[in-house]
């Protein structure tokens, strides 16, 4: 059984990280870095994955940081938003939540296969 490695290049070519009203420090983006490695882990497909990273003044003083993340993978896109109030807890709840919407995926598609359902036709079929 092979094991799925991904390389550091692998992963930075897929990976955008941007920073709203916010200045991006090379720690946040070590640590979105790690913790996106888990998502190509489960999904190796994933042709790139964008976090935004919002500071929002005007929220008051809970839910500041908005952490929002769109996978782009065949199909349908990924999207998947988090406020909190640290920056860092985001970032931990937003892969989490990544992390459920593709394993959701990919168990759909495998009962999907798996278990296929039978078509009614309402009509006959043409003969050719």
């Given amino acids: 059984m092979t094991q799925n490695t991904t390389t550091p290049n692998d992963l930075a070519a897929k990976?955008?990280?941007?920073?709203?009203?916010?200045?991006l420090t090379d720690a946040l983006r070590a640590v979105v870095a790690q913790k996106a490695e888990r998502l190509l882990r489960h999904n190796e497909h994933l042709i790139r994955i964008r976090i935004d990273l919002e500071h929002d003044k005007t929220r008051g003083s809970a839910d500041q940081f908005i952490a929002k993340g769109h996978l782009e993978i065949?199909?349908?896109d990924l999207l998947a938003?988090?406020?909190?109030?640290?920056?860092?807890?985001?970032?931990?709840?937003?892969?989490?939540?990544?992390?459920?919407?593709?394993?959701?995926?990919h168990r759909?598609?495998?009962?999907?296969?798996?278990?296929?359902h039978?078509?009614?036709?309402?009509?006959?079929l043409p003969k050719t």
Wanted: proline share 4%; hydrophobic share 35%; glycine share 6%.
């Fill in 81 to 105: 938003s988090v406020a909190t109030e640290d920056c860092y807890k985001s970032i931990d709840l937003l892969m989490d939540k990544l992390d459920r919407l593709i394993r959701r995926r």
């Fill in 108 to 116: 759909r598609f495998k009962d999907k296969r798996n278990h296929p």
């Fill in 74 to 76: 065949g199909g349908p």
């Fill in 118 to 124: 039978a078509v009614e036709l309402t009509d006959a």
């Fill in 15 to 23: 990976l955008i990280v941007s920073g709203i009203h916010l200045d």
